[in-house]
T-cell receptor, first 118, second 110 residues
Framework: EAGVAQSPRYKIIEKRQSVAFWCNPI?????LYWYQQILGQGPKLLIQFQNNGVVDDSQLPKDRFSAERLKGVDSTLKIQPAKLEDSAVYLC????????????????FGPGTRLTVT | RKEVEQDPGPFNVPEGATVAFNCTYS??????FFWYRQDCRKEPKLLMS???SGNEDGRFTAQLNRASQYISLLIRDSKLSDSATYLCVVTPNSGYALNFGKGTSLLVTP
């Protein structure tokens, strides 16, 4: 089974520029998450989608960050304009809405996009 | 107060040692608990779920104390390959977004 795919893997931009990240979840996974992981911290949720609808975007800085999942499959996260403090790894994760009895809805993470803002 | 707090580490232990990590959480309504492992410059991966009855997977044992809002992970007979960051994770229920602690770094040395 193919895992969560993300691109690009690395991106370096100057502050005030724009950047976009792409994520393709595991096939059939209805739930998709974007997390931000700053160096030395645990991942922090930015936005959660169920199919093409937003479940939770309470921690998304909406003045500069946007995300979409138009067809309920792959997703794009955009930052415009970027700030120095946006330097982080952006992790995409997906999970199924079905699970065998006695198991949990495991979230599978992609390799992340490492963003450096200079 | 952060929702999930962990020992900051780093923990440097020799091969074969037993090491324990602790974690506390602030939201008493939390229902699902996990330990994730994250290797350097890699994505987090689920290590094990944590239940009130305690659970064991080989050399790894996880415990949950709901009354104290405390989670632990014990690693016995440490291997070099156990070197990683261990992330304590809490969520309102399975299927919801994960709340991660900062992680505890473990280095197992020969």
């Amino acid at each position: 089974e193919a895992g969560v795919a993300q691109s690009p893997r690395y991106k370096i931009i100057e502050k005030r520029q724009s950047v976009a990240f792409w994520c393709n979840p595991i096939s059939g996974h209805a739930t998709l998450y974007w997390y931000q992981q700053i160096l030395g911290q645990g991942p922090k949720l930015l936005i959660q989608f169920q199919n093409n609808g937003v479940v939770d975007d309470s921690q998304l800085p909406k003045d500069r960050f946007s995300a979409e999942r138009l067809k309920g499959v792959d997703s794009t996260l955009k930052i415009q304009p970027a700030k120095l403090e946006d330097s982080a790894v952006y992790l995409c994760a997906s999970s199924s809405t079905r699970r065998p009895p006695g198991t949990v809805y495991e979230q599978y993470f992609g390799p992340g996009t490492r963003l450096t803002v200079t | 107060r952060k929702e999930v707090e962990q020992d900051p580490g780093p923990f440097n232990v020799p091969e074969g040692a037993t090491v324990a990590f602790n974690c506390t959480y602030s939201n008493s309504a939390s229902q699902s608990f996990f330990w994730y492992r994250q290797d350097c410059r890699k994505e987090p991966k689920l290590l094990m779920s944590v239940y009130s009855s305690g659970n064991e997977d080989g050399r790894f044992t996880a415990q949950l104390n709901r009354a104290s809002q405390y989670i632990s992970l014990l690693i016995r007979d440490s291997k070099l390959s156990d070197s990683a960051t261990y992330l304590c994770v809490v969520t309102p229920n399975s299927g919801y977004a994960l709340n991660f602690g900062k992680g505890t770094s473990l280095l197992v040395t020969p």
